[in-house]
């Protein structure tokens, strides 16, 4: 709709699409100035495809291909203040995300100043695309194309872990990768609707009772696919 506009006019648009997104986010209860500003830095329509720019600061999610979606700006935010770092965290702070997509999500991880990123997406043509983004606008962290139910053990342990799609239940080999005081945020619950959980490790034993659980409200993500996922 905007793509016979100038340039310049197009970007003033999307500027004050932005500036009330941001406004949308403060008014549903995101308070950190830290998440707030990474949103407010990273340009979403370069994470999606050419005909839904237009659309990159509607609170939705998108499709981005491969039946997958970018999650909306809400969820990001919601997701990233549940386990962002404080200051004395960030520079060792080391984050795990399980569903790269279209690479927004670890694009504000990064924009936060959060420097140990790894990422595990299952689709290799989304992984490729990613891939080539990441590398066009120097955004720093390791990619890997893989199941990401079974974590990433050879990088372990996290501080966080932020699984982007819906799983049945908490998937025990990414629980078993989280460092101590370290948290994961995981939405459970059936294929169409879940739960946020952010389950935190509070000692090093592998028993249930190493993990506290809180419960956050409902979201809609794509099924989470793997061995502790959803059947492919
Ligand atoms: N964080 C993404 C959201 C993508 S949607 C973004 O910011 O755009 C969820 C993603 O999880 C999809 O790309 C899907 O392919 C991926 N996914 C689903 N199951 C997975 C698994 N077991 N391992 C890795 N990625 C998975």
Redesign the pocket.
């Known amino acids: 709709m905007l793509d016979h506009v100038s340039t310049f006019t197009r970007s003033t648009v999307r500027e004050a699409q932005k500036q009330a997104l941001l406004q949308e986010l403060r008014a549903k209860g995101i308070k950190n100035e830290a998440v707030l500003q990474a949103l407010a830095t990273v340009r979403r329509e370069d994470?999606l495809p050419e005909a839904l720019k237009a659309r990159a600061y509607e609170n939705v999610s998108l499709p981005?291909g491969?039946g997958?979606?970018?999650?909306q700006p809400y969820t990001?935010a919601f997701m990233t203040e549940l386990l962002a770092p404080t200051p004395e965290q960030l520079p060792t702070y080391k984050v795990l995300?399980?569903?790269?997509?279209?690479?927004?999500?670890?694009a504000i991880l990064a924009a936060m100043g959060i420097r140990h990123i790894f990422t595990?997406?299952?689709?290799p043509e989304?992984f490729a695309e990613t891939e080539k983004r990441f590398a066009a606008l120097g955004i720093q962290a390791q990619m890997r194309l893989?199941?990401?139910?079974l974590g990433w053990s050879e990088n372990a342990q996290f501080d966080a872990i932020i699984v982007?799609?819906g799983s049945p239940d908490v998937p025990e080999a990414l629980a078993q990768q989280l460092a101590v005081g370290g948290k994961m945020v995981v939405p459970v619950g059936s294929q169409t609707s879940q739960r946020l959980y952010r389950i935190t490790r509070v000692h090093a034993a592998s028993g249930a009772d190493a993990f506290q659980a809180e419960e956050f409200q409902a979201f809609r993500?794509?099924?989470?696919?793997?061995e502790q996922?959803w059947s492919a």
């Open positions: 994470f981005i491969a997958q979606t970018i999650s990001v995300e399980i569903g790269t997509g279209s690479g927004y999500q670890a595990v997406e299952r689709i989304l893989s199941d990401g139910t982007t799609a993500f794509v099924p989470l696919l793997g996922g």
